[in-house]
């Protein structure tokens, strides 16, 4: 039976969020043949960019601006595409399919996306609005960032994840001095092994940067009359000086147009594996979405560009009738100094750790297993390691412990 909301060529489809999802999802439909119009409403001033350089490779100056931008500006308008930059969602009328923007005028919806990603957890203590403590979640944020580092320059990273471990490292390359901050006992505690954590404290101090971990940031300082930050204050009573802060505490979904018209929202905008939200025309993508994750039968909120890219493959699919795209393994990356680090899956309901490998090598793999099945693998300078995980992981595909802890076999051999 034929869908009858989407399905529909002719459709006119909003995109709210002109980020990696929207950006994809409107590129996407006119690829798979969608002749409705599509508009693209973005709150920022530029059209849609790659965010990861934005702690990697951009904020070394290794990449130049035009190098982050999904597509050219030029691409919208050949491809039919009325994408508003600087616009944004004030609200949504599900009832009459109208969503109301910035300037004042009301558009007019057959299918709705919503694409507003996630931003920066700010931290609720003093100082948090003086001069120089930032966040990195969008070009204009890293353009800052990149204008206040320096040689010499004092850098406090507020959060030991990959974001703020990323931000550190490219710190350490543009010769400033680098402090994180961490609330736990050890770094990438919400998302990585303890292996994990070890090894990129060890490497990190290899290159100078300097740790404070189970730190309770109480507040920002700044010197009298000066709105600039100078330092970090922790509970232990020390200051720790400073030039710029980095906050980087996690993300939270823009999840509130979708609350305040009543779909359905846990951590995040509810959707299938349509990425169709419990509103037949409307759907969420991205960091917005709260998502069926089938291989862990689970619910989950990711924040990745592979996410992002299968999500927005799965709403042009059902927007345009075809049939849904292939399930995929969730992963992601992070680029540190020399090393690259590429996790595929998530470590749920894990009984066992299994490593790969000498971490002394800077080259090693961290197989999280229920029983003997993979759950996730964690792989560090290893693409072997983590392309056959993630087959292994996304086939659930029972593996040989013991040949599998055994790196003289390929991992070829061990998938075999
Ligand atoms: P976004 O790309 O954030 O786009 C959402 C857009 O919606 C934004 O432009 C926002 O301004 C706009 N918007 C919000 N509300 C409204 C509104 N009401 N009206 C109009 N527009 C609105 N992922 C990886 O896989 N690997 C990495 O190495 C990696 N590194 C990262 C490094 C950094 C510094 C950051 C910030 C993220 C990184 N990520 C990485 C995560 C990845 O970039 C995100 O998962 C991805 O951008 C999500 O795409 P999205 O479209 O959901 O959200």
């Known amino acids: 039976m034929s869908d009858p909301v989407t399905a529909n060529l ?8 002109a980020g990696h999802s929207g950006g994809t999802a409107a590129a996407l439909l006119r690829q798979y043949g969608h002749e409705g119009r599509i508009t693209l409403i973005g709150e920022e001033p530029i059209a849609p ?6 702690s990697k490779a951009w904020l070394k100056g290794e990449a130049d601006a035009d190098s982050l931008a999904l597509k050219p500006l030029e691409f919208y308008a050949e491809h039919n595409i009325d994408f508003r930059p600087s616009t944004r969602a004030v609200s949504l009328n599900r009832g009459a399919k109208t969503v109301a923007l910035s300037d004042g005028s009301q558009l007019a919806y057959d299918i709705l996306i919503l694409a507003t990603g996630a931003r920066a957890i700010a931290l609720p203590i003093p100082g948090a609005e003086l001069e120089g403590v930032m966040f990195l979640r969008t070009a204009a944020d890293a353009e800052q960032l990149k204008a206040t ?6 850098l406090a990273v507020v959060g030991g994840g990959y974001i703020g471990l990323e931000v550190a490292a490219s710190g350490r390359a543009l010769g400033a001095e680098v402090v994180v901050l961490e609330r ?4 990438l505690a919400r998302v990585a092994c303890e292996t994990l954590s070890t090894f990129f404290k060890a490497y990190h101090e290899q290159h100078g940067v300097v740790f404070e971990l189970s730190a309770n940031v109480e507040a920002f300082v700044g010197a009298d009359g000066n709105g ?17 802060v980095v906050v980087g505490v996690g993300a939270t979904p823009n999840d509130e147009l979708a609350r305040d018209c009543g779909l359905t929202t846990a951590r995040g905008v509810v959707v299938d594996l349509e990425a169709r939200t419990s509103d037949p025309a409307i759907f969420a993508i991205g960091d917005v979405s709260h998502r069926p994750m089938p291989i862990y039968g689970r619910m989950f909120r990711m924040e990745s560009v592979p996410n992002a890219l299968e999500q927005a493959k799965q709403a042009a699919s059902a927007i345009v009738g075809r049939p849904a795209p292939p399930g995929e393994a969730p992963w992601q990356w992070s680029d540190q100094y020399d090393l690259k680090l590429q996790i595929a899956g998530y470590a749920f309901d894990v009984d066992e ?3 790969r490998g000498d971490p002394a090598s800077n080259k090693f793999a961290v197989f999280h297993l229920k029983g003997d099945l993979v759950q996730s693998v964690e792989a560090i300078n290893s693409p072997p390691e983590f392309m056959m995980g993630k087959q292994l992981m996304l086939g659930r595909k029972p593996v040989s412990k013991a040949r599998l802890a055994d790196p003289s076999i390929s991992m070829k051999e061990v998938a075999a």
Do not use: F, M, S, W
């Open 10 to 17: 002719t459709a006119h489809v909003v995109i709210l969020g």
């Open 353 to 355: 750790i299994l490593v």
């Open 149 to 154: 580092i320096g040689p010499g320059k004092r």
């Open 49 to 54: 960019y790659q965010r990861p350089p934005l």
């Open 228 to 244: 600039h930050v100078t330092g970090v204050r922790l509970g232990d009573g020390r200051a720790i000086p400073c030039d710029a």
């Open 184 to 187: 736990e006992n050890r770094l």
